[in-house]
């Protein structure tokens, strides 16, 4: 009712605009649902296909859609706008759409349907590949913001200040889970029957390799992320050595996956988690690198300042007694 009262002019009676900070936000995830829920529709179209993986990406890119088209409305009209711009409407709408966005990115992106990516792990629409993914960052970018102007949690913010270096471990075992799903969905449609073991005789193996890679890296992203949470801190020594070998390790990742024969050459799930994957492995070392250098320079600092003192004859043991228990009463 205090919305309402709000964006009522009390003394002509003139509804006033309220519309959200987030509209812009609005505007794009309703651009993003409209170009994935047509180019779903086309690619079925396409296709001929009638699976039951094609009918649900219809089904959730339509309620998709429908929900950010009502929305977006909703914020275009003053009385509309109180009813979902910073309420529970808004954070459970954003909620809904997270969950289907998430069912959308799994089904699209997975080479068995052949719906954005082929059976190669190649995208084959690039429409609906990038701009399923571009809708699910926006949703995330979404429920964040929200979060952060309704109840005031910084989502962000509290990871940055959690603990040094856990948005990149996030982002990390992020990756790396991604890599472990899509080689595991490659070795299992080309490795069992398939044409690609014939072709290339090494390509199982490297499938393999990204699948073992995978499981590595989320089991000590796993651990880092879980320790940092639970105590802010981790092994400065513990963090640097898993930071090393996952960087070795993706490193070899990229190097073998995305070859000519390897599963992850196609533009696709594979190729572009991998060297996200090395990236960020390549950041958590750097981070690791200014910690030492910084603690290092402190140190240094410290036994400078040390020297200087004993240089200049100021020692606490030639401070009298008397002295001291002054400053103390102090």
């Not at 052949?114 to 059976?119: E, G, I, M, R, S």
């Not at 509290?158 to 990149?168: D, G, M, P, Q, V």
């Not at 651990?223 to 993706?250: D, H, R, Y």
Request: negative net charge; proline residues 3%.
């Amino acid at each position: 009712m205090s919305n309402i009262i709000n964006t009522i002019n009390l003394q002509t009676g003139e509804a006033l605009a309220n519309r959200s900070p987030r509209f812009i936000q609005w505007v794009a995830f309703l651009i993003f649902s409209v170009v994935t829920l047509a180019s779903t529709v086309e690619q079925r179209k396409y296709s001929g296909q009638n699976t039951n993986h094609t009918a649900w990406a219809v089904l959730f890119t339509s309620v998709i859609f429908t929900l950010s088209l009502i929305a977006v409305g909703m914020q275009l009209h003053p009385i509309g706008s109180t009813l979902i711009v910073g309420t529970k409407s808004e954070g459970i709408t954003i909620a809904v759409l997270l969950c289907f966005w998430v069912g959308t990115v799994s089904i699209i992106s997975n080479p068995r349907n052949n719906l954005a990516v082929d059976t190669e792990g190649a995208v084959d629409n690039g429409n609906l590949y990038y701009f399923s993914w571009a809708g699910f960052i926006c949703s995330v970018m979404l429920l964040v913001n929200y979060l952060r102007a309704v109840f005031g949690v910084d989502l962000a913010g509290e990871l940055r200040n959690r603990s040094e270096r856990l948005t990149t471990w996030s982002a990390l075992l992020a990756s790396q889970l991604v890599v472990m799903g899509s080689s595991a969905s490659m070795h299992d449609m080309n490795c069992f029957g398939g044409t690609n073991a014939d072709k290339h005789p090494t390509y199982c193996a490297r499938a393999m390799f990204g699948i073992v890679v995978g499981v590595m890296g989320t089991l000590m992203c796993l651990a880092v992320v879980g320790m940092k949470i639970a105590s802010s801190s981790v092994p400065f020594l513990m963090e640097c050595a898993f930071a090393i070998a996952l960087t070795l390790l993706n490193a070899f990742a990229v190097a073998f996956l995305t070859s000519p024969e390897g599963p992850g050459m196609p533009l696709g799930n594979l190729y572009y988690f991998s060297w996200i994957s090395l990236v960020c492995s390549a950041l958590l070392i750097a981070g690791c690198f200014e910690t030492f250098k910084s603690g290092g320079s402190a140190a240094t600092n410290a036994d400078s300042a040390g020297v200087q003192m004993g240089e200049n004859g100021l020692k606490t043991d030639d401070i009298p007694v008397e002295d001291l228990e002054e400053d103390d009463h102090i």
